[in-house]
């Protein structure tokens, strides 16, 4: 059972554009949210998390929304740079060890 | 910080053939360690995780198994390894009073 879901494979988006990756979840019992970038052959990177106490966090060219009503999260990276064309990892946790991770969406960055 | 360290990177291995994967971390102690698969084109499964020696707990039936030998140390092994074990093997940690999860460089194997 997916708990957690990235329901748009791929995204391409122009240098210097915004990219939004969009995330839903349907355990209300996750309070905690994770983005990871992932390059080819490599481990992910962590990028930036959200409590459920809070419904936004920003760290420099990327930001984290949460929606709880909706149960929904997006990532928003401005502005694209090439090197941020990877593909990024939704996740959540309820606190008990795991992460329940979403699918993936492939960001391409085009010049 | 802490680092993660898995080996080899890359494995070729026969159907049937026995398969041990390492995976070592520095700069944290009692940490939560976890294995990871990614399928090609695939999510992140959770195979295994840790939360101390010798404590292991199993996500899914499957043809591997863990161990735990000394806190900074994770093994994952197989006694006869499937075509479908081939993927991409990931170790990551978690420290204590965190909810981040931090990965290693991973493991890409092949079963032919």
């Known amino acids: 059972d997916q708990q957690v879901k990235q329901n748009s494979p791929s995204l391409s988006v122009q240098e210097g554009r915004i990219s939004i990756l969009n995330c839903d979840y349907t355990?209300?019992?996750?309070?905690?949210f994770l983005w990871y970038k992932k390059y080819p052959a490599e481990g992910p990177t962590f990028l930036i998390s959200i409590s459920s106490i809070k419904d936004k966090n920003e760290d420099g060219r990327f930001t984290v929304f949460l929606n709880k009503s909706a149960k929904h999260l997006s990532l928003h990276i401005v502005p694209s740079q090439p090197g941020d064309s990877a593909v990024y990892f939704c996740?959540?946790?309820?606190?008990?060890?795991?992460?329940?991770f979403g699918a993936g969406t492939t960001v391409t960055v085009r010049a | 910080s802490q680092t993660i360290h898995q080996w080899p990177a890359t494995l070729v291995q026969p159907v049937g053939s026995p398969l041990s994967l390492e995976c070592t971390v520095e700069g944290t102690s009692n940490p939560n360690l976890y294995w990871y698969r990614q399928a090609a084109g695939r999510g992140l499964q959770l195979l295994f995780y840790s939360v101390g020696i010798g404590q292991i707990s199993s996500e899914v039936p499957q043809n591997l198994s863990a161990s735990r030998p000394q806190d900074r140390q994770f093994i994952l092994s197989s006694k006869k390894l499937l075509l479908s074990d081939s993927g991409f093997y990931l170790c990551a940690l978690k420290q204590g009073g965190s909810e981040t999860q931090y990965f290693g460089p991973g493991t890409r194997l092949l079963v032919l």
């Open positions: 355990n209300s019992m996750f309070d905690y």
């Open positions: 996740a959540a946790s309820s606190n008990d060890y795991k992460l329940s």
